[in-house]
């Protein structure tokens, strides 16, 4: 069965995470490569390095394939539990109110 989800999007979606969690939380002074108060402020993916903080995260293939799989279970599921309240609401489309009440106990469930 091909993969529903391009594991290349999700290492893509993996490291950008990665990279904003190395950062820290957004901070109005300090955003992307902007002059503030005479000190250059570059983003973390332009520094280079080889010290083991510096060096990039990666994930190995078969966590990359196992994470691909368990998200395309998410969304099956989520689909699933959807569309019971919207037939139990006799509409024939799933809607947005549909996936937000049906995301918390989701959510508990994963």
Known sequence: MEDAFD???ID???????KRKKRGPPSA??????KIGGTVVVDAEDEVGT?????PTTVKVEAL?????LI???????VQRAAII???EGISKIEATHLERIL???LLDF
């Open 72 to 78: 395309r279970i998410f969304v099956i599921e989520a």
């Open 65 to 69: 394939k196992l994470s691909c799989e």
């Open 86 to 88: 919207a037939e139990a």
């Open 29 to 34: 002074a300090f955003v992307g490569s902007e």
């Open 51 to 55: 010290s083991k903080k510096n060096r």
């Open 7 to 9: 594991p290349d999007l």
């Open 104 to 106: 918390p106990q989701l």
């Open 12 to 18: 893509a979606i993996f490291k950008l995470v990665w």
